[in-house]
């Protein structure tokens, strides 16, 4: 299957003491591409160019755009990461991959392995490789897990990758049914997700921060996906509490946009927009 691959390389210049910390970017462009053949994976069936790098599936315009399809399946999916977080097609609940096996969660929170032929329309998978592990304390709601977080972020412009495992206090998760009118606005779609919850319940959260300025690229800010310990109940987060926690983080500096070949991406003229924040009360609900 031939895909348009953009690769936004984010190389962060640091210098020594107090001098100002750079930026630069280079972008390429290259057409033609195929998914990696089997042959070409590593020994844990990784494609060659993931290391460090977020792998999305269509950017965040598209959804502003109403496309709510795209083509990628879970088999491609897991060749760009190990964990991950998404949608599925026609918004019809929740994707998250932990250890390398990519989950559905329906409207009511429940999990299944993904099937083959499942296909997404926003997908963002990392293969995570945690430079650093710190503890996280007294977290009471999700302002004070992006605020902790954000105190280990070495610099503002790059994308963190995280992964929390263990009991939680309390999970305010969200998921959705099916868009039944494709022509309905992201943020009108938002408003029909189903809320739920639980405390005291032992899984893995694995997420991704991604500064505003790549919000038409990758949804901005904190955005975090649940998987229970039992692989029974899953979701994407909207509140959390905690006592202690170890959490495990990867700075990210380069993103790989790969853009859907479906006729709707190809043929609707994308209009830029504000990207809607991972939460509902960061969108202002």
């Known amino acids: 299957m031939k895909k ?7 190389a962060l210049l640091a210098s020594c003491g107090n001098q100002t910390k750079k930026e630069a970017v280079s972008t390429s462009e290259t057409y033609g591409h195929e998914h990696p053949h089997p042959h070409s994976l590593d020994e844990n069936g990784l494609a060659p160019y993931t290391e460090n790098t977020i792998h999305q599936y269509a950017p965040t315009v598209a959804l502003l755009n109403s496309i709510y399809e795209g083509d990628i399946t879970p088999e491609q999916m897991v060749q760009q990461g190990n964990i991950g977080i998404g949608t599925v097609n026609h918004l019809a609940g929740e994707l998250v991959a932990v250890d390398g096996v990519v989950y559905t969660i329906d409207a009511e929170g429940g999990i299944k392995v993904a099937p083959q032929d499942l296909e997404s329309p926003n997908m963002t998978m990392i293969n995570f490789q945690p430079k650093r592990t710190v503890t ?6 999700y302002e004070d ?4 977080l954000q105190k280990y972020a070495t610099s503002i412009n790059s994308f963190y990758a995280y992964r929390i495992k263990g009991e939680f206090g309390y999970l305010k998760m969200a998921s959705a049914h099916k868009v039944e009118n494709e022509d309905v606005s992201l943020f009108e779609y ?5 809320m739920y919850t639980r405390e005291n319940i032992k899984g893995t959260l694995v997420g991704l921060f991604t500064p505003d300025y790549l919000g038409n690229i990758v949804i901005p800010g904190m ?3 649940f998987l229970s310990e039992d692989i029974k109940l899953g979701g994407h987060l909207e509140d959390i509490r905690f006592d202690k926690l170890q959490v495990e983080i990867q700075e990210i500096n380069q993103v790989n946009l790969q853009l859907p070949e479906i006729e709707k991406f190809r043929t609707r003229e994308l209009k830029q927009g504000a990207a ?4 509902a009360k960061q969108n202002g609900k």
């Open 4 to 10: 348009a691959i953009l690769l936004f390389s984010l």
């Open 136 to 141: 996280v304390e007294n977290i009471g709601s």
């Open 145 to 148: 897990l992006t605020k902790a």
């Open 190 to 194: 938002l408003d029909t997700r189903v």
């Open 223 to 225: 955005h975090f996906h």
């Open 276 to 279: 809607p924040k991972a939460t």
